[in-house]
């Protein structure tokens, strides 16, 4: 099995970019990405921490989990597939949804319960494949 740029990082690599990605976002912007990060962490404990696509994100089982990153706007978690958007479609009424991604407005609190249920059902697909 081929591996990808991400998992080649070591700790140190990971945690230094991280630091750097962080430092390039507004203060709202790097508040929600801390907070998808706790959240991520909290529930997926086992997840190795990895830098791909020039955002920081989660592998579990060698297999990417989660992607997160902050925009202008928004703070994003990715990939959400098809299924888990439909099992959760009442819960994301009202965010932004389009292909694989949550946005999560800035100018509201990031909805962390509802982060951690995404990121579980995340889990759960890594886990089956």
Known sequence: MATSPASRLRPAQIAAKRKAY???LSPAGRKAVKQLRAAIR??????????????????????PLVWYAGFARHASLFPMTAAIRRAHAKALKGLKTSTGTVQFPLTSPLPVALVKRL???RVAEVRKH
């Not at 909290?42 to 297999?63: H, K, N, Q, T």
């Open 22 to 24: 962080l430092a390039k």
């Open 119 to 121: 990121v579980k059902a």
């Open 42 to 63: 909290s529930v997926a404990p086992d997840a190795v921490e990895a830098f791909g696509y020039g955002i920081p994100g989660f592998r579990l089982e060698s297999r």
